[in-house]
T-cell receptor, first 112, second 107 residues
């Protein structure tokens, strides 16, 4: 049981390049989330999907787009990467509001 | 804004000392969840508290939910280097997290 799988684990981009971060969960969870974590900081919610077919903005959505491709997959896209988007990105999922979140290992993204 | 505030932001202890972090809310919470993130790792769920005055233990970790369900604490007895990391709380099934409390332990 893999849980939440994020790809890639590491990526270096140049300013202005685009990229899609992939996330897949095999726990049949309804809700999925994308967070970013800057050095020494807490988790900030970028976007979330409460259920298949829905997506909503979180605390810091600017510069990002998401797609809930199906129940398993929730991708995060950077259309034109900026150095300020250098961060560690975590995907998480849970079956419902009262249940704990399960996190992936993260994607470490550097934008030069 | 955040529903819960967590204090302190940082705590440095000598190995063997106790450690406590607190989560406080201005409103009554239906539940509170605690997570731990090791350096370089991802957050991992520790426990959920639901009942007023609830106390749960996991080895050297003691979790409490206040009688008014507006605050919660995580207490670690006799810290070890394996306790190093950031501890987060989340109340009311909130998908947002605060800055957490970063614990460092000096051997």
């Amino acid at each position: 049981n893999a849980g939440v799988t994020q790809t890639p684990k590491f990526q270096v981009l140049k300013t202005g390049q685009s990229m899609t971060l992939q996330c897949a969960q095999d726990m049949n969870h309804n809700s999925m989330y994308w967070y970013r974590q800057d050095p020494g900081m807490g988790l900030r919610l970028i976007y979330y999907s409460a259920s298949e077919g829905t997506t909503d903005k979180g605390e810091v959505p600017n510069g990002y787009n998401v797609s809930r491709l199906n129940k398993r997959e929730f991708s995060l896209r950077l259309e034109s990467a900026a150095p300020s988007q250098t961060s560690v990105y975590f995907c998480a999922s849970r079956t419902g509001g009262r249940q704990p979140q399960h996190f992936g290992d993260g994607t470490r993204l550097s934008i030069l | 804004g955040q529903q819960v505030m967590q204090i302190p932001q940082y705590q440095h202890v000598q190995e063997g000392e106790d450690f406590t972090t607190y989560c406080n809310s201005s409103t009554t919470l239906s539940n509170i969840q605690w997570y731990k993130q090791r350096p370089g790792g991802h957050p991992v769920f520790l426990i959920q508290l639901v009942k007023s005055g609830e106390v749960k233990k996991q080895k050297r970790l003691t979790f409490q939910f206040g009688e008014a369900k507006k605050n919660s604490s995580l207490h670690i007895t006799a810290t070890q280097t394996t306790d190093v990391g950031t501890y987060f709380c989340s109340g009311n099934n909130d998908m947002r997290f605060g800055a957490g409390t970063r614990l460092t332990v000096k051997p």
